[in-house]
């Protein structure tokens, strides 16, 4: 599995950078607390930002520019109406018009600053696509900026897996597909996509390491409760005896400790071992799904020119 050097862009939840002036610092303060889900899913894209920043090896003062813009990309929510933007249920072809438009309030609430300009492309045009028929300029291919395209891989994927009040979120495979028939019908990026899935692959075959782990240890300490099980039956059958005590103690066991907490506590590891297999035969359906995405998604970025090579970086 490849490491990749942490960045602590953020330092804290909320942006404190001494170049952010204390009237943008109130502004994106308002949207952390505008819901829960909303403030997670602003926490989430800008973790999948750096996360896919630093899979391409992007030097820093750039990767810091993305993520701050990720920060940034949905802080014209600000102006959207609660019952809109808190809507549990489906949402009204007027009401999604209105949750669009944070795009226009983001760009004009980032341009009111000196220090927050450079982020405003992102905040508009993080819902465009290379097609043209994404909003809220229907920009096409190029003339959409490189950190717009990149926060838009990290927002789509982040709003695919997230639970949120009115759906539960996919499956990491699930949200791939459907981006990688996004990315065909060049409506995000191949190449930025192969990048988050590299990703979620290392995060996939870390969580497969621990779940084997895991198992083992489930193993090793049910087979030591198995021998402390004869140890008691023995004690039940044949009486007490100072050989059978000092088998007993080689495992340090805690005073009023007997056969019935050992019998409870062999109960709850073996479903716990059983709940963790299951979840390990997840994670490896998982892996073999994402591994066959993630090739398909190589084949689709050969063909993707939409920026300079320079700018994919490795």
Known sequence: ????????????????????????????????????????????????????????????????????????????????????????????????????????????????????????????????????????????????????????????????????????????????????????NNKMSAKILKYLVEDVMDELYLKIYTAKKNIEQFEDTIKILHDIEKIYKEIYDRGYSEKLNKKLKRYELAPGYDMSANANLLISKQKALEKERERLKDLLEEEQKIQSQYAEVCEVAKNENWYPKTKYYR
């Not at 808190?86 to 209105?98: M, P, R």
């Not at 959409?144 to 994927?157: C, H, Q, R, S, T």
């Not at 759906?167 to 597909?177: C, H, P, R, T």
């Open 1 to 184: 599995m490849k490491k990749y050097k942490p960045y602590d862009v953020l330092k804290t939840k909320k942006i404190n950078y001494p170049e952010l002036s204390q009237e943008m610092k109130y502004e994106v303060s308002i949207l952390g607390g505008l819901d829960i889900f909303t403030d997670a899913h602003v926490q989430g894209v800008v973790d999948i930002t750096t996360r896919i920043c630093e899979h391409m090896k992007m030097d820093y003062e750039y990767l810091k520019h993305c993520v701050l813009g990720a920060y940034l990309h949905d802080v014209g929510k600000i102006m959207i109406p609660n019952e809109v933007l808190q809507k549990a249920g489906k949402l009204t072809d007027e009401e999604y018009e209105i949750i669009k438009s944070h795009t226009l309030h983001g760009y004009e609430i980032c341009m009111k600053y000196k220090e927050t300009k450079q982020y405003a492309p992102v905040a508009r045009w993080h819902h465009e696509s290379f097609d043209g028929s994404g909003y809220p300029d229907k920009l096409m291919g190029n003339q959409i900026p490189f950190e717009a395209a990149l926060v838009k891989v990290a927002d789509v994927y982040d709003a695919l897996t997230r639970k949120r009040q009115y759906k539960e979120g996919f499956k990491q495979s699930k949200a791939i597909d459907i981006m990688l028939g996004d990315a065909k």
